[in-house]
T-cell receptor, first 113, second 116 residues
Framework: EAAVTQSPRNKVAVTGGKVTLSCNQT?????MYWYRQDTGHGLRLIHY???????EKGDIPDGYKASRPSQENFSLILELATPSQTSVYFC????????????FGPGTRLLVL | GDSVTQTEGPVTVSESESLIINCTYS????????LFWYVRYPGEGLQLLLK?????QKGSSRGFEATYNKETTSFHLQKASVQESDSAVYYC?????????????FGKGTLLTVTP
């Protein structure tokens, strides 16, 4: 079974502060993804990565940066957090080579005050 | 662009009753996308429930079934007899391959509550 972990699981941040959400996968998957989930919306893709050193913009990248320092780790960075970024964030990994199934972490609940 | 529309929740069903959660899709970038149902149990991340990659075929898992219907562009999720443990949020999704990135487009999710 795929193993994707996220930290922290819950985070309270102040407006204008910097927030880093971390994701680790032990599946040796090439691709990793960051989504956010809000009431009334499906999961929306923020950033993704094809492998270490690569980051790509997803559908809603504004206000977010991403970093993929290694095959296993993928971070989402909010340089200047805003209340509109209050959400649940999911990380996922996927093989990216003929297989489009994605494996998800448990989510991080972020509250920006 | 690609989109997925599914039953607006919340949906409440009594234990042992039948369930259907509707899902229709629109895929503009590919004729026959891969179709998925994911489930999110309370406090957990999304888990793959079932996946079908060939139009006309049916997928099944844990008593749930969904048939890929390309004529009606639908992928409805059904279960003949639900249990309390099926209470969760269900997401329909389609998969598109764009180069080496395999992007998933999700519906809004349907919250299912099964009452005893």
């Amino acid at each position: 079974e795929a193993a994707v972990t996220q930290s922290p699981r819950n985070k309270v941040a102040v407006t204008g502060g910097k927030v880093t959400l971390s994701c680790n996968q032990t599946n040796n998957h090439n691709n990793m993804y960051w989504y956010r989930q809000d009431t009334g919306h499906g999961l929306r893709l923020i950033h993704y990565s094809y492998g270490a050193g690569s980051t790509e913009k997803g559908d809603i990248p504004d206000g977010y940066k991403a970093s993929r320092p290694s095959q296993e780790n993928f971070s989402l960075i909010l340089e200047l957090a805003t209340p509109s970024q209050t959400s649940v964030y999911f990380c996922a990994s996927g093989p990216g080579t003929g297989q489009d199934t994605q494996y998800f972490g448990p989510g991080t609940r972020l509250l920006v005050l | 662009g690609d989109s997925v529309t599914q039953t607006e929740g919340p949906v409440t069903v009594s234990e042992s009753e039948s369930l259907i959660i509707n899902c229709t899709y629109s895929a503009t970038s590919i004729a026959y996308p891969n179709l998925f149902w994911y489930v999110r149990y309370p406090g957990e991340g999304l888990q793959l429930l079932l996946k079908v990659i060939t139009a006309g075929q049916k997928g099944s898992s844990r008593g749930f079934e969904a048939t890929y219907n390309k004529e009606t562009t639908s992928f409805h999720l059904q279960k003949a007899s639900v249990q309390e443990s099926d209470s969760a949020v269900y997401y329909c999704a389609l998969g598109i391959s764009g180069g080496s990135n395999y992007k998933l487009t999700f519906g809004k999710g349907t919250l299912l509550t099964v009452t005893p």
